[in-house]
């Protein structure tokens, strides 16, 4: 069972627009979410998590928001760069540490 | 920061064989973990490499698969046995974090394999 769903499987936008990535969970047990990005031939790298306790998370460019009674996150980044394109996976887990991942969304951001 | 590589990056291999895949870290870790990556899939959990006793495996995956070793607190392996061409994926080996992000993990490059 698919508990982490990552709907859109690429975006792509323009240096300097934002980009808003999607995320939606089934588990009303998760409490803590995580973002990840991967480059291509590398393994995923930790960008940004929130705690079911807050509703937004900033980090520089970063944004997280979480809506828990929608079951759905979203990372903003703002102003996009071509450096941020990668795939970007988003994860949850719940008081066990069990972490279950999206499908990813591959982010191109065009010069 | 974990430093983690593993061994091989990529391969080939006929249907029916066994790979093993190394993973090595820079540091002394608790916790280690093995994932795969079908191809359009989301990443998932195999198994957590237990260091001194028997790996847990997730549900759908069993020892005789993906038979796992943890000699240690820096190295592990994942084998994956007589396999066929649904055993294609990326795996990826990864630690916990130890930053005091909550359930952050640092991965591997990954290991990508293709049965034919």
């Known amino acids: 069972d698919q508990q982490v769903k990552q709907n859109s499987p690429s975006l792509s936008v323009q240096e300097g627009r934002i980009s808003i990535l999607n995320c939606d969970y089934t588990n009303s047990m998760f409490d803590y979410f995580l973002w990840y990005k991967k480059y291509p031939a590398e393994g995923p790298t930790f960008l940004i998590s929130?705690?079911?306790?807050?509703d937004k998370n900033e980090d520089g460019r970063f944004t997280v928001f979480l809506n828990k009674s929608a079951k759905h996150l979203s990372l903003h980044i703002v102003p996009s760069q071509p450096g941020d394109s990668a795939v970007y996976f988003c994860a949850a887990s719940a008081r066990n540490n069990d972490m279950r991942f999206g499908a990813g969304t591959r982010l191109t951001v065009k010069p | 920061s974990a430093v983690i590589s593993q061994k091989p990056s990529r391969d080939i291999c006929q249907r029916g064989t066994s790979l093993t895949i190394q993973c090595q870290v820079d540091s002394q870790v608790t916790m280690m973990f093995w994932y795969r990556q079908q191809p359009g899939q989301s990443l998932t959990l195999i198994a957590t490499?237990?260091?001194?006793?028997?790996?847990?495996?997730e549900s759908g995956f069993v020892i005789d698969k993906f038979p796992i070793s943890r000699p240690n607190l820096t190295f592990s392996t994942l084998t994956v046995s007589n396999m066929s061409p649904e055993d294609s994926s990326i795996y990826l080996c990864?630690?916990?974090?130890?930053?005091?992000?909550?359930?952050?993990?640092?991965f591997g490059p990954g290991t990508r394999l293709t049965v034919l």
């Open positions: 490499a237990n260091q001194g006793s028997e790996a847990t495996y």
């Open positions: 929130i705690s079911s306790i807050k």
């Open positions: 990864s630690v916990a974090g130890g930053t005091g992000v909550p359930n952050e993990q640092f």
